[in-house]
C-alpha cells in the first residue's frame, strides 16, 4: 500500500497568509491539495492530509501524522509573497527540498516541479533548498511546493481561480504518479469519421456542450 501526505499549508486563520487585496492563501492550498487528493485516490493512492479548515495544525503534527503512518511521501502545498503584503513583481514557481535531501528527494522534486511547470506554463523559479520543518522532520522524501506569488498581481489572479488550483494539484498528482511509476493510461476514443469537415465540427460542439474534450485530426 502506497501512502502520500498531501499537506495543505496554514489555514483560514492563519495571520498574515493573504495577498493584498484580502484572498486567503489557505484557499488556494486546500483547493489544490484536494484536487490532488482525488487523482491519487482514483488511483489507488492512500492519501493522508493533516489540515484542517478551523485551526492552523502545528508543524510537528503534521510531519508527526506522516512518520506515524510510515508515509512513502510528503507534499506541502502553497501559494508564495515576496516583500510583505504589497503588490511586487516576482512571479512564479518554486519548488522547496531539505539541504541534506537524498537522492530519492531530488529526483521526486525533479518530477513534480517539471509537471506542475508544464501544466500551468508559469515563470520556473527552480527547485531550491531550506530548512523548513516539514521538510526536516519527515522521514521520507518530502516537498514544498510555492505555486505562485500572492503579491504579484497576474499570479494572485491565477491563484484565486479554480481553474488554476485544479490545475496545480492535478499536475502535482500526475508528478507523483511519475515517481512512483504509476503514470496514468490515456485512452483515446473515436466517435466517428467524416467526409466534411462542417459534420466534424458540429460533432465536436455536441461533444463539448455534453462536457467531453473533443478535436478534429
Known amino acids: 500500500m502506497t501512502i502520500v501526505c498531501i499537506d495543505a499549508g496554514h489555514s483560514y ?5 493573504r495577498s493584498p487585496d484580502g484572498m486567503n492563501e489557505y484557499a488556494f492550498n486546500r483547493a489544490a491539495a484536494l484536487a490532488a487528493k482525488k487523482m491519487l485516490l482514483k ?14 495544525v502545528p508543524l510537528s503534527a503534521r510531519t508527526n501524522l506522516a512518520n506515524d503512518s510510515r508515509a512513502d511521501l510528503f507534499v506541502s502545498i502553497h501559494a508564495n509573497a515576496f516583500g510583505g503584503n504589497v503588490w511586487k513583481g516576482v512571479k512564479g514557481i518554486e519548488t522547496y ?12 522534486a525533479q518530477t513534480v516541479h517539471s509537471k506542475l511547470i508544464k501544466a500551468v506554463n508559469r515563470p520556473d523559479r527552480g527547485i531550491k ?4 520543518h516539514v521538510l526536516r522532520e519527515s522521514k521520507m522524501p518530502a516537498l ?55 459534420l466534424a465540427q458540429k460533432q465536436v460542439a455536441a461533444l463539448e456542450k455534453a462536457g467531453f474534450e473533443a478535436i478534429i485530426k
Not at 488511483?43 to 492552523?56: A, C, K, Q, S, W
Not at 527540498?97 to 529526483?107: D, F, N, R, V, W
Open 97 to 108: 527540498i531539505h539541504p541534506l535531501h537524498s537522492h530519492e528527494e531530488k529526483k521526486l
Open 13 to 17: 486563520d492563519t495571520p498574515g497568509k
Open 129 to 132: 533548498t531550506a530548512d523548513f
Open 43 to 56: 488511483e489507488g493512492i492512500t492519501v493522508l492530509t493533516p489540515h484542517r479548515d478551523d485551526h492552523d
Open 144 to 198: 514544498l511546493i510555492e505555486c505562485g506569488f500572492m503579491t504579484n498581481r497576474e499570479d494572485k489572479q491565477l491563484l484565486a481561480s479554480e481553474d488554476y488550483r485544479i490545475k496545480c494539484g492535478e499536475a502535482i498528482a500526475e508528478g507523483i504518479l511519475d515517481y512512483l511509476g504509476r503514470s496514468r493510461k490515456i485512452y483515446f476514443v473515436q466517435t466517428g469519421a467524416f467526409s466534411q469537415k462542417e
